[in-house]
């Protein structure tokens, strides 16, 4: 399982909220409520998500396997 608990780590970090998000990256709602409930993303997504950021894909994502769920 994916998860991006570390993108809200890394959010609360660098100070940056949703709504910086959403109203100066253009980020959409709907993609932060597929963030907020663990949902396939692209890797292009990913790639903005990591630009608006500054950080690295590990900053924004972690692999859980399934045992440990």
């Given at each position: 399982?994916?998860?991006?608990?570390?993108?809200?780590?890394?959010?609360?970090?660098?100070?940056?909220?949703?709504?910086?998000?959403?109203?100066?990256?253009?980020?959409?709602?709907?993609?932060l409520?597929?963030?907020?409930?663990?949902?396939?993303?692209?890797?292009?997504?990913?790639?903005?998500?990591?630009?608006?950021l500054?950080?690295?894909?590990?900053?924004v994502?972690?692999?859980?396997?399934?045992?440990?769920?």
């Amino acid at each position: 399982m994916i998860s991006y608990e570390p993108l809200y780590q890394t959010m609360k970090a660098k100070n940056i909220s949703t709504y910086k998000l959403i109203n100066e990256f253009g980020v959409s709602r709907s993609l932060l409520d597929r963030l907020k409930h663990n949902k396939p993303i692209s890797t292009v997504t990913l790639n903005d998500l990591c630009s608006f950021l500054a950080c690295r894909v590990e900053d924004v994502l972690v692999y859980i396997p399934e045992e440990q769920t």
